[in-house]
């Protein structure tokens, strides 16, 4: 407790540390809202700036930049279908369609409290939890991911928006997508076709951008809808603890699942994002209303990424492994001031640890103000034309896009993949389940083969792990549970219709 104390005094007794958390979120927030840029870009650029600050106080910046950029991209995603980050992906399922009906401000609130709630409960559990997570963290191995990545496969199919063949028609064509490239086990091309360039494979992010972003503007352009006429009530209005308490479960379940996936090194907030979008699709009464504004649809991913900041803080702090980009990029910033992250730094630099702790808990407090603010200020470009937004939207996208990797291939996929995104609207084929298995496609094919080399090819050793078979148990009867929802609800339909028609 004399830690905690200790650093608590020092960041609220200097108006500087403050100011740094303060301006840290704000930077955040601007940098995760603008595709492209992402929290990755954000924090690479504080680096160098950090040299002239003691090392407690670069954290607090880095640390502030992260929290406020992973809800950012919530922002573009709702107003203008544009995810600003991966993560943000699943935020545009819902948030946009909902901003479609006039509810922009009330999505934006949902995605802001949400956000708040799990990144608080995600510092929670990096304050309370984070030695036994990090342990618990190492226990996972190929087998682990595999069952991980297929427990959010497995939902593909119940996002199909009323049709389960459509679903997982769309998923396969993800996983098909997400084989182009290197063997990631032999180093063999695969469906390069004879072009060098897709040696590398394809990118997720070219592919998200264009999916959404993209398509958006080139299907609005083709309806000539006029961005007035879709997008308005754009004032941020949190939801009431009613409203939170309807979606309570799922918030639980998201924050939990962000915290644990978070904690895994190398996996980060893009993967928690989709993995607690397809639970809650698939634990929902209504699945088939996700994809058309479902608040929950919106809670889910925003409770996930944001919840998964702390997670991914912990095998960084606690073991000196990376748990995401972002934090790989801090690894650097933690390096240039002489700190070596590990099982000692908690000991024997407690003020640093405890204030990186309490930094983080006071910049999702900050963010919950100064949210409200930013969408509000983004909400003036509606006010603008389409004819000038949406190739204002393109070209953003194609220099964001660009500037990942310095890679003309990058914008030849998102432009590839924008008509993708048209087709698959216009035939109903949900871009969820497209995305879900580009995403995870190659986490459960690169882990499974994996894990079978190191098992001597025993699908029996998958099943002797017990956090395997759990995970494995759980995709299977979450699966069912789905189905049976499916079905129960299509029964429930037909017999609607007929009584009507009895009615008659």
């Known amino acids: 407790m004399s830690a905690y104390m200790d650093a608590l005094t020092y960041i609220v007794g200097s108006p500087v540390n403050l100011f740094f958390i303060l301006f840290s979120v704000v930077w955040g927030i601007v940098f995760g809202s603008v595709p492209g840029l992402t929290g990755i870009v954000g924090v690479a650029l504080l680096i160098p700036f950090t040299y002239a600050f003691e090392s407690e106080q670069s954290l607090l910046l880095l640390g502030g930049v992260y929290v406020g950029a992973t809800f950012g991209g919530s922002i573009s995603a709702i107003l203008f279908n544009t995810p600003g980050s991966p993560e943000a992906a699943c935020t545009a399922l819902d948030g946009y369609p909902m901003a479609k009906k006039g509810q922009a401000g ?57 049709s389960i063949l459509k679903g997982l028609a769309a998923g396969f064509i993800g996983l098909a997508v997400a084989t182009v490239g290197l063997d990631p086990i032999t180093g063999v091309g695969r469906y390069t076709f004879g072009n060098n360039m897709l040696l590398t494979g394809i990118s997720f992010v070219p592919v998200i951008i264009g999916t959404f972003a993209l398509a958006e503007v080139l299907t609005r352009v083709g309806e000539g809808r006029n961005s007035k006429e879709a997008i308005t009530d754009v004032s941020t209005k949190l939801p009431s603890l009613k409203e939170l308490g309807s979606m309570k479960g799922t918030l639980g379940r998201s924050s939990v699942l962000g915290a644990i996936i978070g904690a895994l090194p190398g996996v980060g907030a893009t993967t928690a994002s989709f993995i607690s979008y397809s639970e809650a699709v698939r634990w929902s009464r209504h699945p088939e209303r996700f994809g058309t504004g479902e608040p929950e649809g919106i809670a889910a991913p925003e409770s996930a990424n944001n919840s998964a900041v702390g997670g991914s803080m912990i095998p960084l702090l606690a073991l000196g492994i990376p748990g995401s980009a972002t934090t790989a990029v801090m690894l650097g910033g933690l390096t240039i001031h002489g700190i070596v992250p590990g099982p000692l730094l908690m000991e024997q630099n407690t003020r640093l640890v405890y204030s990186v702790f309490i930094s983080m808990m006071l910049a999702n407090v900050l963010m919950l103000f100064f949210g409200v603010r930013a969408a509000r200020y ?79 090819y025993s699908y029996a050793e998958f099943a002797s792990r017990p956090i395997t078979a759990l995970l494995l148990g759980l995709s299977l009867v979450s699966l069912i549970y789905g ?8 029964r429930a339909d037909r017999e609607a219709e007929a009584a009507a028609r009895a009615a008659e």
């Open 483 to 490: 189905f049976w929802g499916r079905w129960k609800a299509a």
């Open 378 to 456: 983004f909400a003036l470009v509606l006010t603008v034309p389409y004819a000038v937004v949406g190739p204002a939207i393109v070209v953003m996208c194609m220099t964001g896009v660009y500037g990942l990797n310095g890679n003309m291939v990058d914008i030849a996929v998102m432009l590839s993949f924008g008509v993708v995104g048209v087709v698959l609207k216009a035939m109903r084929y949900p871009v969820a389940s497209f995305i879900i298995g580009l995403v995870l496609g190659p986490i459960a094919e690169t882990s499974l083969r994996q894990g079978l080399m190191i098992s001597g």
């Open 106 to 162: 009330r999505a934006l609130g949902i995605a802001l409290a949400s956000s708040a709630l799990g990144g608080i409960f995600g510092t929670l559990v990096l304050m309370l939890l984070a030695p036994p997570m990090a342990q618990f963290a190492l226990q996972f191995g190929p087998p682990e991911y595999f069952a991980l990545a297929i427990l959010g496969i497995t939902a593909i199919a119940s996002i199909g928006g009323g």
